[in-house]
């Protein structure tokens, strides 16, 4: 079992930025590709965004076309922490944002939605115009 616990969201103005953590228990974090979906208000949980990934090594990094420039994911081995800074954040993502791991995908995997095998409970970010 791998407990995934987010933190880091709020409310923040368009043009800001916030950094989103995720902790992750266990031994052996640095075994897992780790990613961030998001969900934004009024979708369904079948309606969650690839937003990043990353992984083993932190050599191999995916993001959503939307995000690229704006938003960097990187990884602590160890701290067993994964994080998302958003820089130049807009009202269009906001969102309730989740961490994943995937024990045997690739990040590649987990860019286009397969192999995440756990979620955190999610964090909120509100982008206000």
């Known amino acids: 079992q791998v407990l995934l616990v987010e933190s880091g969201g709020g409310l923040v103005q368009a043009g800001g930025s916030l950094r989103l953590s995720c902790s992750a228990s266990?031994?052996?974090?640095?075994?897992?590709?780790m990613g961030w979906f998001r969900q934004a208000p009024g979708k369904e949980r079948k309606e969650r965004e690839f937003?990043?990934?990353?992984?083993?090594?932190?050599?191999?990094?995916y993001y959503t076309d939307s995000v690229k420039g704006r938003f960097t994911i990187s990884r602590d081995n160890a701290k067993n922490t994964v994080y998302l800074q958003m820089n130049s954040l807009k009202p269009e993502d906001t969102a309730v944002y989740y961490c994943?791991?995937?024990?045997?995908?690739?990040?590649?995997?987990?860019?286009?939605?397969?192999?995440?095998?756990?979620w955190g409970k999610g964090t909120l970010v509100t982008v206000s115009s």
């Open positions: 266990g031994r052996t974090f640095s075994t897992y590709a």
């Open positions: 994943v791991a995937g024990l045997t995908a690739t990040a590649q995997d987990i860019s286009i939605g397969r192999g995440m095998d756990y």
């Open positions: 937003v990043a990934a990353i992984s083993r090594s932190g050599g191999s990094i």
